[in-house]
């Protein structure tokens, strides 16, 4: 029986004999890549619909306008999600002094820019494009005046690094207005460039017959072609007029509209305030044993652990029997993955194929947020990763500093990441009120009502995403029981999970020997700034510690740092204001000792020495228990401490 994730051989020829069930989701390249993986034996290729038995098979190539298919595959799609137009720009050389076009050209090499841009647009992807588009450019380059274009020249030409010249760029570009009533002049005398209209086109389409020579078979292809570009144009010149979704895209989707999923919603209910607050308040063994059984139910291909209460880590997990080093002892499903994938199965997906149509750009993370929102406030014990849900740590019991007040920032004063964390919590917040705003907008307010879209339930799942997600093929994914295994350093090598087809599923590997009924852990190479600052903890003796050093290098140390780092002491990329991370030993900092010298390393010392005394001022006189709220930005404080008189300690015998 052929499933979803049906794998088909190159080499093979394929009979479906069962159906195959779909993967609808596009998400612009990479939906060709996720159908279509090589390994290292063969080339394998996934289904991306449903096909019943003896139907023709068909796929789906990805993000292709329609010129593709027609100039190199001879046909054009009856619908085609990545349809676009193309518009084009260049310095005229007619109508306009000599002096003009010299000025614009040296403009435009200055700039690095082509001289002739162009752009495919579509109406969904248009008002995001076109604002940063060459074509959009030149158009600003042709309207400045000569006095506009020689200032920008000399101002790019001064630039000293990439950096420099993409800020010179920006302000000589957008010191020039770009409107909208500019781009709908374009696409109008695009329009009018055609010898007939879109209509008298789509009159003699209704009447043609099928070809009988090939000849005529290519001129109909053609025709066909024109037509779909004139029409694409038609309804992007609509919705930038109007900002209405052109009808022939409505009647194209293959999922509910905003108001069907709602309705859906409605008829299958969610969970009350009662309700969830009821079923969270089960006591952690319950909540440990519900998560056991629905794995056993789920039937992991390979399960060699099982949750369990740890005294001081909360959660943690258990060999169920030994282990090898190296040994898969976890391979979760697909299916028990909350991720874009399996969101596909939940109420939730009409409003996050919408967020993706409007949107015109993935935003995984922010998806995959409200996917967790919307399975964990809104269908709460009805959800089916409640069980997983239900464990994870409410915000009272967790500690990221993005839940810190100002006592706790208190405690870390003199520390970097003190900023660090208030830029971060300033950014969530600003970002909430940003995607609340967008989402109402958007979808409206049924599906994550203001009751559940707060600002505190955002802040818990951003948290959650930020400290639980496992990665592979570039995506983040919540990975049942696989994230209640705790973090340990001693030698381990550093995690990995990968999703291997034969094993079935997403595969984790033993770091280390583990006997039955032994804590097993993970090592996932972080120093400690990054699991306090998105985690909330840090770790004793971490290998991978290191203590941050801004320094300003003068014009020889950045050349020879940039000559470590890019292989190009004249790299553009660098800059004079360089962050290093210093780990123990200290010999083995080559960018530092590259870029001061070993014999010249006094103001890196210095620096340290200095953050020492700033860190150990702060603690003096201070010490917490580990139930007090404190507790956790005290130890990171402290072993920054102790690492920094390690570090300190070792200049002496740097050779």
């Known amino acids: 029986m052929c499933k979803e994730g049906c794998t088909w051989f190159l080499s093979r020829t394929c009979l479906i004999t069962n159906p195959i069930h779909v993967l609808a989701v596009r998400q612009m390249v990479t939906f060709f890549l996720q159908h279509h993986v090589l390994t290292d034996t063969d080339f394998i290729i996934k289904a991306d619909r449903d096909t019943e038995a003896g139907e023709q098979v068909f796929m789906d190539y990805g993000d292709n306008s329609n010129e593709i298919y027609f100039t190199f595959h001879g046909f054009v799609p009856d619908y085609n999600p990545f349809a676009c137009f193309e518009l084009a720009n260049s310095v005229p050389r007619k109508g306009f002094t000599d002096s003009y076009i010299n000025l614009r050209d040296r403009l435009v090499t200055a700039l690095h820019m082509p001289a002739n841009p162009r752009e495919c ?26 006095a506009q274009a020689r200032e920008c020249i000399e101002q790019v030409s001064n630039a000293k690094n990439r950096k420099s010249f993409g800020t010179a760029a920006r302000k000589c570009l957008h010191a020039v207005e770009s409107t909208t009533e500019e781009l709908i002049s374009r696409m109008k005398a695009l329009e009018d460039s055609y010898k007939t209209t879109l209509e008298e086109d789509l009159e003699k389409l209704t009447k043609l017959e099928a070809p009988s020579t090939m000849e005529g078979e290519q001129k109909q292809i053609t025709f066909r072609y024109r037509v779909a570009q004139k029409q694409l144009l038609r309804e992007t010149l609509e919705f930038v007029q109007t900002g209405k979704m052109p009808e022939r895209e409505k009647a194209a989707q293959t999922v509910l509209t905003i108001a069907e999923a709602d309705e859906k919603l409605t008829e299958n209910g969610r969970a009350t305030k009662e309700e969830l607050e009821q079923a969270l308040k089960r006591p952690l063994e319950e909540k440990i044993e519900m998560l056991n059984a629905w794995v ?65 750009r993935s935003d995984d993370f922010h998806e995959l947020l409200v996917f967790l929102m919307f399975e964990y406030f809104v269908k709460g014990p009805e959800s089916t990763w409640w069980p997983y849900l239900a464990l994870l740590p409410s915000s009272t019991e967790m500690y990221p500093p993005a839940f810190y007040d100002n006592e706790q920032l208190a405690i870390l004063t003199g520390h970097p990441i003190r900023n660090e964390i208030v830029r971060n919590r300033d950014r969530i917040l600003s970002t909430f009120g940003k995607v609340k705003t967008y989402l109402y907008r958007t979808l409206g307010e049924k599906f994550l009502p203001p009751d559940v879209f707060t600002k505190e339930n955002y802040l818990w799942a951003h948290s959650i995403l930020d400290s ?28 990995s999970t990968t999703v291997d087809l034969s094993l079935g599923g997403a595969v984790t590997r033993a770091a280390a020997t583990y006997e039955k009924e032994e804590q097993v852990f993970e090592d996932y190479g972080q120093p400690n700034s990054i699991y306090f600052l998105f985690h909330g903890f840090s770790l004793e003796n971490n290998p991978y510690d290191c203590v941050e050093y801004i320094a300003d290098l003068d014009t020889e140390q950045l050349e020879r740092f940039s000559l470590f780092k890019h292989g190009n002491p004249k790299h553009p990329d660098a800059t004079q204001r360089v962050r290093f991370c210093i780990k123990s030993p200290l010999s083995s900092n080559e960018d530092l000792i590259v870029s001061f010298g070993v014999d010249d390393m006094a103001r890196p010392k210095k620096a340290l020495e200095k953050t020492h005394q700033t860190l150990v001022a702060t603690l003096r006189g201070r010490t917490f228990e580990p139930e007090s709220k404190f507790y956790g930005p005290f130890l990171f404080m402290k072993r920054q401490i102790q690492l920094l008189e390690d570090l300190i300690s070792q200049f002496k015998d740097l050779k």
């Open 296 to 360: 056993k139910d789920q039937k992991f291909p390979v399960q060699k652990i099982v949750a369990a209460a740890v005294p001081g880590l909360r959660v943690g997990t258990l060999a169920t029997s030994p282990i090898k080093e190296n040994e898969p002892y976890l391979v979760v499903p697909k299916r028990a993955v909350m991720d874009l994938h399996t969101s596909q199965k939940s109420d939730v997906y009409p409003y996050l194929h919408h967020i993706s149509v409007n949107l015109d």
């Open 121 to 146: 647009l579509r109406w969904n992807t248009i008002n995001k494009v076109w604002a940063h588009s060459p074509v959009n450019m030149m158009g600003r380059i042709l309207k400045m005046s000569d």
């Open 468 to 495: 639980r997600s496992i990665w592979w093929n570039g995506q983040r994914h919540l990975v049942p029981l696989l994230d209640m295994v705790n973090c340990k350093t001693d030698g381990l090598r550093v995690h």
